[in-house]
């Protein structure tokens, strides 16, 4: 068995089911062939000790859980583990790689959603988890710089003792990496008040599939000379260069915090909810998140969780964060006044304290374990305009009737992100045909995107069209092509098969 921990997540995998399964069928995807990479030699393997001296693994049992994904949706079947701590070790190993033509897998936290994060087949699998050191940080300015491998909620413990958070936080901050949050543009609970990565992230440090070694690591936050080439590799997912340190512009920590738990009738009060929070909240509001009342249903089952107000269809967790506790609490009284009387939200409670935040903010954090105990899940990370996020959800019960066992949503309001989740019994072919490509089309149709957050990997490269036009996908194949012509970084992810 293998454990994977997440900040408020045990997830325990019977790796013994993939016995014999050596293929994977991600997503409807048939997996593309494999391209013609040289296999690892007893040479190729002598070179790799020299320079990784026990650090170039090769023990299966330690393998295992590297060549699957939480998901326990995607095995490969790599067969060497690079474990660098340096740019310059990563640096030497992408250029022997490319040199000999062998592929290699960057890995992280191993937290995706998608399978970009592990081997298709045989991919060296390249480890940043040692590459853990924090380089530096400005506490007037706030930037910080450290390696790829630093866990998220190591870099937020780091932050809060000196009075600073980062911009980013996500269910799995206990596992995930800050380089693979750069790699896949990591969306998470706080971009409404912070923005995206694409904003907070300063500079990089990258390392191309030739071994040359690409310094952004800039501490500015205005730079405009010429190409703000750092955007090429935030959400690139590892194919066009492997991440290996980051400048993030990181903001005080808020004096007074409040999170507002809340229930709607409807998912059109939800949204005049929000509206209403916007114009009287301004400034101090950091996170508008929700779930739906199947949602807390299987908290209640799975999790024992219990449901702090009267049962409703849909459920809000506002958070707000300032540096006057009293002004604060003013605004959000004033706030929750105006809904109620309107009769928009028709119970809730108010934390201040930071055992009852954590508790409250656990019931829309904690929804994902509460998933995997409902059986095999298909998630679906969709953008849309805030009026048809929910609708997908109804549409998509109709449309599946009784061939699915639940059909969840939940999500990021404030900025259009819906997680759509649909559970079976178990892994079921005829419903994932069913389900796809049809959350594609239906998303496509409201000009949506089919990955707000979670990147393309293996699982939904060949359904980019939806979301990019050809020419799109056309000038992002020469990007590939010139940065990583022989193709080893990341190979089968992201980019489609054809077109």
């Not at 330690?62 to 701590?85: A, I």
């Not at 079921?428 to 957050?453: C, K, N």
């Not at 979301?467 to 010139?482: F, G, N, Q, Y």
Request: charged residues 20%; contains cysteine; aromatic residues 8%.
């Amino acid at each position: 068995y293998s454990l994977f921990i997440t900040s408020s997540l045990l997830i325990e995998i019977d790796l013994s089911s993939y016995q014999g399964d050596q293929t994977n069928h991600a997503a409807g995807n048939r997996v593309p062939c494999r391209f013609p990479f040289s296999r690892v030699s007893k040479q190729d393997l002598a070179f790799f000790e020299n320079l990784l001296p026990g650090r170039t693994i090769v023990d299966p049992d330690v393998l295992m859980t590297h060549n699957v994904d939480w998901m326990k949706s995607v095995r490969g079947s790599s067969e060497l583990l690079l474990r660098p701590q340096t740019t310059e070790e990563v640096s030497k190993i992408l250029k022997y790689c490319c040199e000999r033509r062998l592929a290699v897998n960057p890995q992280g936290g191993n937290t995706g959603l998608v399978g970009g994060s592990v081997p298709v087949y045989d991919e060296i699998i390249l480890s940043t988890s040692l590459m853990n050191q924090i380089l530096s940080f400005d506490q007037v300015s706030g930037i910080i710089t450290c390696q790829a491998g630093c866990v998220l909620e190591n870099l937020s413990n780091y932050l809060e003792e000196r009075d600073f958070i980062m911009p980013l936080d996500l269910g799995a901050k206990g596992s995930c990496q800050i380089g693979g949050n750069v790699a896949t543009n990591a969306g998470g609970l706080r971009l409404l008040r912070y923005g995206s990565l694409r904003g907070t992230v300063l500079g990089l440090e990258v390392v191309l599939a030739s071994g040359k070694i690409l310094n952004f690591l800039t501490a500015l936050r205005k730079d405009n000379t010429g190409y703000d080439l750092k955007q090429l590799f935030i959400g690139s997912e590892g194919t066009l260069g492997i991440i290996t340190a980051v400048s993030i512009l990181c903001p005080r920590r808020p004096r007074a915090v409040n999170v507002a738990f809340l229930g709607c009738s409807s998912y059109k009060k939800l949204l005049e909810t929000f509206q209403c929070c916007r114009g009287m909240l301004g400034e101090i509001l950091s996170a508008f998140e929700f779930l739906d009342s199947a949602c807390m249903k299987l908290l209640e089952k799975h999790l024992k969780l219990i449901n702090p107000i009267a049962e409703n269809s849909f459920y809000i967790v506002i958070e707000t964060a300032g540096s006057n506790a009293d002004h604060d609490k003013e605004k959000l009284h004033n706030f929750l006044e105006a809904v109620m009387a309107s009769f928009l939200v028709t119970d809730g409670t108010v934390a201040t304290e930071d055992a009852k935040i954590k508790a409250l903010w656990s019931i829309r954090e904690r929804v994902t374990e509460a998933l995997t105990h409902d059986g095999y899940t298909y998630k679906y990370d969709i953008s849309l305009p805030l009026e048809k996020i929910y609708q997908l959800v109804e549409d998509m019960r109709e449309y599946l009737g009784d061939k699915a066992k639940n059909v969840v949503g939940y999500g990021h309001v404030g900025d259009g992100n819906l997680h759509l989740n649909i559970t079976s019994h178990s892994k079921d072919q005829a419903l994932q045909e069913a389900i796809e490509p049809y959350v594609y089309e239906w998303t496509a149709r409201y000009r949506g995107s089919i990955s707000a957050e979670h990147g393309l990997g293996l699982k939904k490269r060949n359904y980019i069209h939806f979301s990019k036009h050809p020419e799109a996908v056309a000038l992002m194949k020469d990007i590939k092509h010139m940065l990583d012509p022989h193709r080893i970084l990341n190979p089968y992810k992201t980019l489609p098969d054809q077109g």
